[in-house]
């Protein structure tokens, strides 16, 4: 070996450091709980895109409603440990299975299969098409091939070729309204957008529950209360 390695004592005084830093946090999430005014930061953990396309536009009229709540969007993959505060609110697709956490149904994420009008036209697809093999294919990164939408292409579009890949589903927008090829976006955005056509509904692709999640002993505080019932009116069904 040529690292260090903890004696019994050290070991006894690290667990009882972690149990004293999780005391700690668990008092400063009590102590929060019991704030009554819709004041202060409240920071959401969620993805890039739904960050971009569920929130953002709603950010001016949350403003209005609570000009003394000031938002922070914290946009990962990553999952984020509510109990340490690293954030306050996660909205996320996967509903987590453990952890002390109050959790509410926030509407959908639904994907649809996509193409720019333009690219559309020239290689003849129109809504329904049941073959992909002919078709241009804008996907994700090999490592990050298992994101939503990846293995949804990898399975029925696996004699596509790929015309572009990103680890960003906003850049996989971007490049299918370019005309790159076909994509699985967010419905919420797509389905708005005049130049995009839909090739296949969610309903053919994906449509997954979208969970907001708050640290129970949090529940109480009034600007958590007020961002979480704010995303439940915001969140696309």
């Given amino acids: 070996h040529t690292g260090y390695l903890l004696t019994e004592t050290g070991e006894a005084i690290c667990l009882k450091a972690e149990a004293a830093e999780d005391a700690i946090l668990s008092m400063e999430r009590r102590a929060l709980g019991?704030?009554?005014r819709a004041t202060g930061k409240v920071c959401i953990t969620t993805t890039d895109d739904i960050a971009a396309m569920v929130l953002a536009p709603h950010l001016t009229r949350f403003a209005k409603l609570f000009p003394d709540i000031s938002l922070e969007v914290l946009a990962t993959n990553e999952v984020v440990n509510l109990a340490s505060r690293e954030a306050d609110i996660a909205l996320r697709t996967v509903r987590p299975s453990r952890g002390n956490l109050i959790i509410r149904q926030a509407g959908w994420w639904k994907l649809g299969l996509y193409a720019a009008k333009s690219?559309?036209?020239a290689h003849a697809l129109r809504p329904g098409l049941t073959d992909l093999s002919g078709v241009?294919?804008?996907t994700w990164t090999g490592e990050t091939a298992h994101y939503r939408g990846g293995p949804w292409l990898a399975e029925?579009?696996?004699n596509s070729r790929v015309a572009f890949a990103a680890n960003s589903r906003r850049i996989h927008y971007a490049a299918c309204a370019a005309g790159m090829g076909v994509a699985i976006l967010p419905c919420i955005a797509a389905d708005r957008d005049p130049d995009l056509i839909r090739l296949l509904p969610s309903e053919r692709v994906i449509a997954v529950k979208l969970w907001a999640l708050i640290?129970?002993?949090?529940?109480?505080?009034?600007?958590?209360?007020a961002v979480m019932d704010?995303?439940?009116k915001i969140a696309p069904t």
């Fill in 136 to 138: 241009d294919v804008v």
């Fill in 156 to 158: 029925h579009a696996r």
């Fill in 230 to 232: 704010f995303i439940g």
């Fill in 119 to 121: 690219y559309a036209y």
């Fill in 215 to 225: 640290h129970r002993d949090l529940a109480r505080t009034a600007r958590v209360r």
């Fill in 34 to 36: 019991n704030d009554r």
